[in-house]
């Protein structure tokens, strides 16, 4: 059986700072959902596509001009629509691991060099393809600080905690931005008291979450 939102599937994206869980739970939930018989397809921005390579290579390199940056990833997700047509052309779920509410945070974000603004970075990414569920992980910035410092065994970064809590709050007014465009936006507690919650429970909630929507779109379309 393929899970679908009516006889098109749904697209689901991830979204957090840096260290929130992203790549983590977008691959637990497209492996829950095969397991409960739902045909998944997994995506992650930036790609592992050329444009995607080229874009990891420029963020190795320390802080860049923002709105380069923004064209950079439109172009890296424009070249994945037709990929992701096609997953939900099959009735498929798919999930990506970020999308253009990336771009919409990070590149106007003013900590960073050559910050866009939010409604220039949104007409860049104007044929994007919109998302049917946003989810949300909300983590306290000092979690995900020190889980990309052990993960990546980097010192201690003061500004990169600064950046964290700056992107943190650009979150937040960008959720407001897309709730009037992106069907269903969803947040996730990661953490709560600043204490890390594990991964299990944060990973049945957005199942439950995704599982409820499917199930609705798809009583609704019979
Ligand atoms: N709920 C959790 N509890 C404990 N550790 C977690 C949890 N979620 C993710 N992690 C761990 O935190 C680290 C970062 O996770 P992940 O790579 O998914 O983050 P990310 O949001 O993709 O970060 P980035 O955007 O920088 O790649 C990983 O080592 C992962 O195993
Ligand atoms: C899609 C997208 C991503 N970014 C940033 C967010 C992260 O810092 C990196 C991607 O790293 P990951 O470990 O693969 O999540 O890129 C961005 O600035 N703008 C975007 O549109």
Redesign the pocket.
């Known amino acids: 059986m393929c899970g679908h939102v009516g006889n098109r599937g749904a697209y689901i994206v991830l979204e ?1 700072i ?8 977008s691959r637990l939930l497209a492996k829950n959902l095969e397991r409960l018989g739902y045909c998944t397809c997994l995506f992650e921005e930036p790609s592992k596509g050329d444009v995607g390579i080229v874009i990891r290579k420029i963020l190795s390199q320390g802080p860049f001009d923002q709105r380069l940056l923004s064209l950079l990833f439109a172009a890296d997700r424009l070249m994945l629509r037709n990929s992701i047509e096609e997953c939900l052309d099959r009735g498929c779920i798919a999930i990506s ?1 970020r999308s253009w509410v990336s771009s919409l945070a990070y590149q106007s974000y003013d900590g960073f060099p050559g910050s866009a603004s939010p409604e220039w970075v949104y007409v860049v990414n104007r044929y994007a393809m919109r998302p049917d569920i946003l989810i949300f992980l909300d983590v306290d910035p000092v979690i995900a600080y020190c ?2 410092g ?2 990546r065994g980097s010192r201690e970064l003061p500004e990169r905690l600064q950046a964290l809590r700056g992107l943190a709050r650009r979150y937040e007014y960008v959720l407001e931005l897309v709730k009037g465009i992106i069907p269903l936006v969803v947040r996730v507690k ?1 953490s709560i008291n600043g204490r ?4 299990e429970s ?1 990973s049945r909630d957005i199942l439950t979450v995704v599982l409820a929507a499917l199930r609705y779109w798809e009583y609704n379309e019979t």
């Open positions: 957090g840096d260290g929130a869980g992203t790549t983590t739970h691991d889980r990309l052990k993960r990661g890390e919650r594990p991964v944060v």
